[in-house]
């Protein structure tokens, strides 16, 4: 039981949500361009004015590890860092994936209450939460509906034959912001769905932040770094050759 603040700024998404005993009290969010820096930690001050709350009255500080952005997680976590050193508090790291793809398994268990087991096409369902690794590559993973890691945290570059032994057993929905870009090369093979608008939220990770406290699975906050997956490649300016 716990009063955790929640911070996910690895994709677009900065959003920041504050749970007590494992339900949301209050959420701060948009989806835009990368705008994390400015808005980070307005939203932290805001949520705590939502729940008339002072930040030295949380239990914990959880964050969205990534893999995504490389700016976006850089700053999500060294926020984290920074209010976990100020505040004497622990600090629990959250898979991204993990926490997008146990959101959507959450809710086909509610759209499907009392009939869920009667549907044979969802009983080898799995969820592939997706990130935009920029080309044609991903940051992606599988689960099953009862949050069971089937394939690990990996970048892929997307073709036809990318989950094909999957897909001989399974049906696979696909969502998240690197799941449009692959929708023309996958959605024309069997078993395949696509679940749209869909992104990191601060109020996903509420229910495993929780658990991770109850656990008391907390990170190193001194040498904790996000879990980039892959090395920083800086982008050309413009007009640069």
């Known amino acids: 039981m716990a009063l955790i603040l929640n911070l996910e700024t690895a994709t677009t998404v900065c959003s920041v949500s504050l749970a007590k005993d494992g339900e949301l009290i209050a959420l701060k969010e948009i989806n835009g361009d990368y705008s994390h820096a400015e808005n980070l930690t307005l939203f932290i001050e805001d949520v705590f004015?939502?729940?008339?709350?002072?930040?030295?009255?949380?239990?914990?500080?959880?964050?969205?590890?990534?893999?995504?952005?490389?700016?976006?997680?850089?700053?999500?976590?060294?926020?984290?860092?920074?209010?976990?050193?100020?505040?004497?508090?622990?600090?629990?790291?959250?898979?991204?994936?993990?926490?997008?793809a146990h959101a959507v398994a959450?809710?086909?268990?509610?759209?499907?209450?009392?009939?869920?087991?009667?549907?044979?096409s969802l009983n080898n369902a799995l969820l592939c939460p997706m990130i935009d690794a920029r080309r044609m590559e991903v940051y992606c993973a599988l689960f099953d509906r009862n949050n069971k890691c089937i394939m690990p945290t990996k970048a892929l570059i997307i073709d036809g034959n990318s989950f094909s032994d999957y897909l001989k057993e399974n049906k696979i929905f696909f969502?998240?912001?690197?799941?449009?870009?692959?929708?023309?090369?996958?959605?024309?093979?069997?078993?395949?769905?696509?679940?749209?608008?869909i992104v990191?939220?601060?109020e996903n990770m509420i229910p495993l932040s929780e658990e991770a406290?109850?656990?008391?699975?907390?990170?190193?906050?001194a040498y904790f770094e996000p879990f980039y997956l892959k090395d920083f490649v800086a982008g050309k300016k413009k007009g640069e050759k």
């Open 200 to 202: 990191p939220s601060a």
């Open 49 to 100: 004015k939502q729940a008339g709350l002072k930040p030295n009255s949380i239990d914990a500080v959880a964050v969205s590890k990534g893999p995504g952005s490389y700016t976006g997680l850089r700053i999500g976590v060294s926020t984290a860092k920074g209010l976990c050193y100020s505040l004497d508090k622990p600090l629990i790291a959250i898979n991204t994936l993990e926490h997008t």
């Open 213 to 221: 406290f109850n656990k008391k699975q907390f990170e190193d906050v």
């Open 175 to 197: 969502f998240g912001d690197g799941s449009d870009k692959c929708y023309n090369i996958l959605s024309e093979l069997d078993n395949v769905f696509f679940f749209k608008d």
């Open 106 to 120: 959450k809710e086909m268990k509610r759209e499907y209450t009392g009939r869920l087991s009667e549907i044979p």
